[in-house]
């Protein structure tokens, strides 16, 4: 019996004094739950005159006149989803075929990995340079092709002229460039984590490559580049400078994706510089409703992304 | 042994179907290289139809390599080479003629781990149907269930058909890709260890499927398990070190090998 006893012992050692590491782990719990808590109750403190002043009527108006003290954020809230999904619509396609292309040996190891890690230094690049990039190289190139549309297409409403250079198409094209790396990278992960099996099994069966990508590899891969695109609306949607300096920040609503618009964030950094009193407020209640539309982006990706995972669960 | 006379008595009574063809499928000079490294030697093999005939062998002795040159799966992997020829009733597997695609679907595989697709049981049985161009309903309907129920695994999952396969028990998802390798009606069906990752009587269960699909199909099976050679093989061939050592009436390799190292083998002297 000499055994258990001194092993008991031994935990007794260990129970003793007060534990140091679990405190520590409480502690960077804790701050990183208080200060999310503190920033939200903060902007909802600054919000609280412009929530109380315009209650609903701020999501739907479409008046932003810091003059007559009047704010409405409807066209930003548009422009924010709009020039999100319109990037995501360009950058998807884009992203996953460059994501099948490195993850299947279409080319030799060292070419993939020099592609990959070209395409990963995309997001190395700060967000201002792009905005830079694109008033000298976007703006020219895009208002040429969208005055053709405008030609072609200027009876579709979303088409119509007349096309500016400063747009949400223009926004839209930086933005899909931006989000491209988000998209691929976790998009060829995904794919490269298929099970060398399930490839095996649908060659096995006598598929040629595009049909083990396409009815095989790509579905189980799904969670992933689901998960790959919700992230990439989610910085979409949260993506401030580069937006700012191309969209035009109207506050004009318009059917048109080569009209100006403007965004959450890019109405909040263009104002606050120069805001007083009710269009801080304001600007705080804005800030409070891009915090919750992001919010909302995650948590729809989270939930699909566990359907799906749990749809392929048995695989991995 | 007493279990294996009960087996070869079983299996050597004469049956209702057609002579067997002796060279069903056959290595001629096989070599196989990955890269600089040699995987097979000269391996010569002639492989009866609607038999089984079993692989046995310590690891990296090279069956599995042959067995997945047998579909030309080994191609997937860069840097391979080989030399001689593999013939399937006569006509090689490397000739110009043959797509390497329709070969595969001639040549049904059953792998060591179950890999069901993440698509509904059905979907999953009609996959090389449908990858043929197959898509007529009651066609599908049909090659699902003949394939089910050849996998004795129709009365287990026909009132779920349409479920995700995933939600299988092991020993049901190998059944399953057993049914899904024989829905595209193979010539051959080569097994990579089928049982290895199964419980008893999930193994079971594939046992007494591999004796019932052979009196359709020619059936290669590659085992770490001597046990289950004797069980459900008719030939047994045994490889050490990328060389093909014996090859014979499985009865006759577990009571009375010709060569000293199956002996050493099967005896458990080594491997």
Redesign the interface.
Known sequence: MSAPTSQSNSLAHYKSGPDFFRLLCWLASAVTVLTLGWIIFKIVESAWPAIHKFGWDFLTSSAWLPNRERFGVFPFIVGTVVSSFVAILMAFPLGLAIAIFLSENFLPAPVRQVIRFVVEMLAAIPSVVYGLWGIFVVIPLSKSFADWMVSVFGGVPIFAGPAYGNSLFTASIVLAIMILPTITAISRNSLSSVPKTLREGAYALGSTRWEAILGVILPSAAPGIVAATILALGRAMGETMAVAMLIGNSSRLSWSIFSPAGTLAGLLANQFGEAQELQVNSLMYAALILIIITLFVNMIGEAVLRYTQHQTAGIR | MPIVDQQMTKQTSPNSNPPVRKDFLAAKDFNFFYGKKQALYDINIEIPERQVTAFIGPSGCGKSTLLRNF?R?NE?I?GVRHEGDIRLLGKSIYDKSVEV?????SI??V?Q?S?????SIYENVV??LR??GQSKKSTLDEAVERSLRGAALWEEVKDRLHE?????SGGQ?QRL?IA??IA?RPKVLLMDEPCSALDPIATVKVEELIRELKKEFTIVIVTHNMQQATRCSDETAFFYLGKLIEFDRTQKIFSNPSEKQTEDYITGRFG
């Open positions: 579909n799966m997937l860069e695609i329709s070969l595969r679907r049904g595989m792998f781990k890999n069901p697709f993440p698509k996959y090389g990858i043929s995700s396969a995933l939600g299988l998802m890709c899904r390798a595209n």
